[in-house]
């Protein structure tokens, strides 16, 4: 960056709100498809209305865990994902800029103390990243 330098972790904000809505709608059907199976099977081979009353509950209770989680997901997401961080002027910074999805924050760079990246990786692939910026408030040294 010709303003300064620019640590990115988040490239895209279109593959970060793909993966969050992706993983919303996976996870709860991963884990509901067993039980929603079985009880399609009981409701099918009894004929009972009971059992096919506790089918479309089961489905009712999927389809709101999923529109819920979808919604807390997207919320997280553009609220507290980091996508980078930069440090400005290119010659001596002066500040630091934290960009999240919609919005960024300044920083002084005198409040600094330090930057800390953690990065999660498995088989090569980046697991997950986490970014912890220390001020001189946070009591260090």
Same mark, same amino acid.
């Given at each position: 960056? +010709?303003?300064?330098?620019?640590? &990115?972790?988040?490239? /895209? #904000? @279109? #593959? ?9 709608i996976?996870? !709860? /059907?991963?884990i509901?498809a067993?039980?929603l199976?079985?009880? &399609?099977?009981a @409701?099918?081979?009894?004929? /009972?209305s009971f059992?096919w009353?506790?089918?479309?509950? &089961? ?7 999923v529109?819920?989680l979808?919604v807390a997901m +997207?919320?997280?997401t553009?609220?507290? +994902? ?6 400005? !002027? ?11 999805? &919609? #919005?960024?924050s +300044?920083?002084?760079?005198a =409040?600094?103390q ?7 990786l /498995?088989?090569?692939?980046r697991q997950s990243?986490?970014?912890?910026l220390?001020t #001189?408030? =946070?009591?260090g040294?």
């Amino acid at each position: 960056m +010709t303003a300064g330098w620019r640590l &990115l972790f988040v490239p /895209s #904000r @279109a #593959r970060e709100l793909a993966f969050g809505i992706g993983a919303s709608i996976m996870v !709860p /059907s991963m884990i509901a498809a067993p039980l929603l199976l079985a009880a &399609l099977v009981a @409701a099918v081979i009894s004929g /009972s209305s009971f059992f096919w009353g506790g089918f479309w509950v &089961l489905l009712a209770l999927m389809v709101v865990a999923v529109i819920l989680l979808t919604v807390a997901m +997207t919320y997280v997401t553009v609220s507290m +994902t980091v996508r980078w961080v930069e440090f400005r !002027p290119l010659g001596t910074p002066a500040q630091v800029v934290i960009a999240r999805f &919609l #919005r960024s924050s +300044t920083m002084a760079m005198a =409040d600094l103390q330090r930057v800390v990246v953690v990065e999660r990786l /498995s088989l090569g692939q980046r697991q997950s990243i986490k970014v912890v910026l220390h001020t #001189r408030s =946070d009591g260090g040294v």
